[in-house]
Each structure stands twice: as C-alpha cells, then as structure tokens.
C-alpha cells in the first residue's frame, strides 16, 4: 500500500513562492506528480518527475515557474512554485503511479488528501 501526505500549502500573494512536499510511504512508484484542482474545474496536470528524478514534465501554464522534484532516500517529491498567480490557487494533489511520466489523472493509482494554495492578488 502505497500513502502520500502533502503539506506546505497556504496563502501567499502575488509573485510569491511557496513550497510543497509530498511523503510517500510504501513502495516507490515509477512517477510521481502534481496535479491541481480549483472550484468548479477539473483536476488538471501540474508537473510530473521521473524515477531517477532526470526527467520532468510540465504544464505550459507553470513552465518556468514551478519545480518538481524528488529525493528517493527521503521517498518525497516536491514543488517549487515561484512567481505565483492567483490563477494558481487550487488544491494542489500528489499523484503516484507505475506508468512513466503520465500527465493524465486516470493514469494513477495512488493520490493524496490535497493542501490548499490561495495566491491573493
């Protein structure tokens, strides 16, 4: 069985940063990523990071603002967010999975119980 536990969500204005965790117990999945999921919409995909962390994928609407990225020895992934909007505000997931660097939510099995980010303007 595989948990996921986020933390490092909350309120920042405008072109701040924060930075989410992600503690994964249980086996080591192939992919982990973030997705996120504002009132009224879809869960949509953030970024996802490969197993030895090499390889990441973005969505262009954080492209060269978030990070993501893994420590296998501490088994958590993370999110840099910079620059932050208030179009970023959503409940941001923690997804994990066996298949490679999927973005599509359906695509993994494990999930998170979500942390808040609100970025004021």
């Known amino acids: 069985q595989v948990q996921l536990v986020e933390s490092g969500g909350g309120l920042v204005q405008a072109g701040g940063s924060l930075l989410l965790s992600c503690a994964a117990s249980?086996?080591?999945?192939?992919?982990y990523a973030w997705f996120r999921q504002a009132p009224g919409k879809e869960r949509e995909f953030v970024a996802v990071?490969?197993?030895?962390?090499?390889?990441?994928r973005y969505a262009d609407s954080v492209k060269g603002r978030f990070t993501i990225s893994r420590d296998n020895a501490k088994n958590t992934v993370f999110l840099q967010m910079n620059s932050l909007k208030p179009e970023d505000t959503a409940v941001y997931y923690c997804?994990?999975?066996?298949?490679?660097?999927?973005?599509?939510?359906?695509?993994?099995?494990?999930w998170g119980q979500g942390t808040q980010v609100t970025v004021s303007a």
């Open positions: 997804a994990g999975g066996s298949r490679w660097l999927e973005t599509r939510p359906d695509q993994y099995n494990y």
């Open positions: 249980g086996r080591t999945m192939s992919s």
């Open positions: 990071v490969s197993l030895s962390g090499g390889i990441t």
